[in-house]
């Protein structure tokens, strides 16, 4: 066995990994998890601009005597 089969070898091998990670990374099966890790960083901040809403909703509903969770919409007498 000489280098330059070993060197083949490698090449091979090294063209057979590069084409399953490729497979792997674009299979349409993982499309959907993908996506989901990708939003991961911003799930955080929908989730505290969500709390941050629905705290100062309620200070709005206090401060106007109007119990909490019941919505007032424009135009809608008192």
């Known amino acids: 066995m000489t280098i330059e ?5 490698g090449l ?10 490729c497979w792997w990374a674009f299979s349409p099966k993982r499309k959907k998890r993908f996506e ?3 939003n991961l960083p911003f799930a955080d901040d929908e989730q ?3 709390k941050d809403d629905s705290s ?3 200070k709005d509903e206090s401060k106007s005597g109007q119990k909490p969770g019941t919505e007032r919409k424009q135009g809608q007498d008192k």
């Open 5 to 9: 089969t070993l060197r083949e070898i």
């Open 12 to 21: 091979v091998l090294g063209s057979l990994a590069f084409l399953a990670i």
């Open 36 to 38: 989901e890790d990708a």
């Open 48 to 50: 505290q601009a969500d």
């Open 56 to 58: 100062a909703a309620q």
